[in-house]
């Protein structure tokens, strides 16, 4: 007698924050295909009957951001157009017995270490087997690859330890299997991201192992680019830059975040170093890789910092010419060590503060895209634009760096292709290439 085959509800994945975030998606649902589920990542027609919203509680912003996303699809429940909405990651967390009696449209809220109780609740089961398994939601040819989870560090302004735990490394065997099931299904970069990369292996093996992790995920066969994300300065493992340096597949790119750079401000921050240490550091990075592009993370307005404190920031942003550059401003976060510190910088005063850095940034960038005018540089082409291919150099990150623009002229490439393209013009933050 033919068993009838339950159609299993269609759920909907939605992600917000960053690619930690997005590659904690990616392992849900390939738990939730694993149990027959009709699984889609940010699907486009609201039909779905169960939505799971993957949040960010990082700062204010994202906080907001992920609030008005749960609101949003709480009005969807309350018009009957979804059976069931489920909360987890950072917010959910962080807040969810606040949200849980605000919010009462949400069935459950989850923490960033529930994968097997929201699996349970959805009505999956959680296959261990299964680790190092996702559902890719990026484009094919590129993935972000969390090498660890939570962290160990006392930054006196960050609420990311509350809401992802100490520092947990993933064993390297499981990390080759997950590249090498990446590359199976047609990725040539990953992005190793975590966030505190450097101090990889510490809890694991008691010691440093990001360069030898870094070595036997470049041996993978097909893996063409490895990038390196989320590095730590102090206390940085040095050995790691002449595996970027020796490695073909491994972008000479390199992301450090720094925060700052004035002793006065760097102890505020408790990032345990020291001005006259970072400037050592990079320029040691830039001696040991020739031609490194350096992507650093800048955060202006954390209490204590003077405006004398901000123009030695901008005198050492101009020194030390970080090819790429992002810069926040301070969000004062309840239980950050930061918190007891009193948030007087108005937030005018920060926005200003983080508009003069970027507006620096855009010469320092406009300058060393122009140094690249007349090379040749290998390309990996994301999408089509406007009769144009659109991809990156080894110097660019996907979603957060630069684009180089390559008209169609007649010409054929698949997206996640590699082409050498000449670099013909530069702005501020694209590039022009022609075909060789
Ligand atoms: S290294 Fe510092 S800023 Fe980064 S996640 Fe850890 S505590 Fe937060």
């Not at 699907?43 to 994202?62: H, L, M, R």
């Not at 809401?163 to 590249?179: A, C, D, F, Q, Y």
């Not at 590359?183 to 192992?209: H, W």
Request: charged share 30%.
């Amino acid at each position: 007698m033919r068993t009838k085959s339950v159609k299993q509800p269609k759920v909907n994945v939605i992600t917000l924050g960053c690619s930690k975030n997005i590659v904690d998606s990616e392992v849900i649902m390939a738990q939730l295909k694993a149990s027959d589920f009709d699984v889609e990542h940010e699907a486009q027609k609201d039909d779905s009957d169960i939505v799971i919203i993957n949040t960010c509680g990082f700062i204010e912003n994202a906080k907001q951001e992920s609030i008005d996303t749960i609101l949003r699809y709480a009005e969807e429940k309350n018009q009957g157009n979804l059976e069931k909405l489920y909360v987890t990651g950072c917010l959910s967390h962080r807040y969810k017995d606040e949200l849980s009696s605000e919010i009462p449209e949400v069935d459950a809220w989850f923490g960033t270490l529930e994968l097997p109780n929201l699996l349970r609740t959805v009505g999956a089961d959680y296959k261990h087997e299964l680790l190092g398994e996702r559902l890719q939601t990026t484009p094919k040819h590129f993935a972000y690859v969390k090498i660890s989870e939570g962290c160990n560090r006392p930054c006196s302004f960050c609420a990311i330890p509350l809401m992802r735990g100490n520092h947990v490394s993933k064993p390297i065997e499981l990390l080759e299997t997950e590249v090498k099931n990446l590359v199976k299904n047609g990725t040539k970069e990953i992005m190793l991201i975590a966030q505190d990369s450097t101090y990889y292996g510490l809890d694991l093996y008691g010691e440093r192992k990001l360069g030898e992790l870094m070595k036997r995920l470049s041996d993978v066969e097909g893996l063409d680019w490895m990038r390196l994300h989320y590095a730590y300065p102090s206390q940085f493992p040095t050995d790691v830059l002449d595996v970027i340096r020796e490695r073909d597949n491994i972008c000479k790119y390199l992301d450090m975040p720094i925060q700052h750079i004035t002793d006065n401000v760097l102890k505020s921050m408790r990032r345990g170093i020291t001005k006259r240490r970072t400037l050592e550091l990079i320029k040691e990075i830039r001696e040991k890789v020739p031609g490194i592009a350096l992507r650093t993370t800048i955060l202006v307005g954390h209490p204590g910092e003077t405006e004398q404190d901000f123009e030695e920031l901008m005198l050492a942003l101009q020194e030390i010419r970080f090819e790429r550059l992002g810069v926040f401003t301070y969000s004062h976060e309840d239980n950050t060590h930061a918190y007891t510190l009193e948030d007087i910088i108005p937030e005018e005063e920060k926005q200003r503060r983080a508009n003069a850095i970027m507006e620096q940034q855009m010469d320092i960038s406009y300058a060393f895209n122009q140094s690249l005018v007349g090379t040749t540089q290998k390309v990996l082409f994301d999408r089509l634009e406007n009769d144009h291919f659109v991809g990156r150099t080894q110097f660019d990150s996907p979603e957060v760096d630069n684009e180089v623009w390559l008209p169609v002229n007649g010409n054929y490439l698949r997206i996640g292709d590699f082409q050498k393209v000449k670099i013909s013009a530069a702005s501020h933050y694209d590039l022009t290439g022609e075909w060789l």
